[in-house]
Structures are given as structure tokens and as C-alpha cells.
């Protein structure tokens, strides 16, 4: 328990990192970064609740969102570039 703990603390700093790094980021290539680091310690996060309580359902959710989240990530990084290669 005082695994799951430690990791969830550690995470919730992350997420105050990205959440800073959202509010005063100097582009928009730091807020996306920023944004999916946020995505996915939520999805962290999830999956530690799903540890913790023994739920079966968590890892479904988490797969799926990771997915989504990856194929976000993706087509920002595209939407930033403006195509380009």
C-alpha cells in the first residue's frame, strides 16, 4: 500500500508540473507536451486506483485511453508542424 501511495504522490507532482508548465508555457509546443503529460498521469492515476481496489474493468479503460491518447499526440505533433515532415 505504501508503494501505491508513494506512486500516486509522485504523479500528482507531475501533474502540478504540467498543469504549470500549461498555464505559463512560452509556445504552443510546450502546452502539448505538457497536455499529454497530463493525459496520461490521469491514466496513471486511474490505473493505481484499479491496483489499489482490484478492479478488473481498469485495465480496459486504461488500454483504450492510452491508445486514444497516443493517436492525440500524434496528430497535435502534426497539427504543429502543419504537415510537415
Keep these: 500500500m505504501i508503494v501505491l501511495w508513494t506512486a500516486a504522490t509522485l504523479i500528482v507532482a507531475s501533474l502540478l508540473a504540467a498543469v504549470w508548465r500549461i498555464l505559463v508555457g512560452p ?13 496520461f498521469a490521469v491514466i496513471a ?13 481498469t485495465f480496459d479503460l ?20 502543419r504537415g510537415k515532415r
Design 27 to 39: 509556445d504552443d509546443a510546450n502546452r502539448a507536451v505538457a497536455a499529454d503529460l497530463l493525459f
Design 62 to 81: 486504461v488500454l483504450v485511453a492510452s491508445l486514444t491518447g497516443f493517436l492525440a499526440a500524434v496528430s497535435l505533433a502534426r497539427a504543429l508542424t
Design 45 to 57: 492515476l486511474i490505473g493505481l486506483v484499479g491496483a489499489g481496489t482490484g478492479a478488473t474493468g
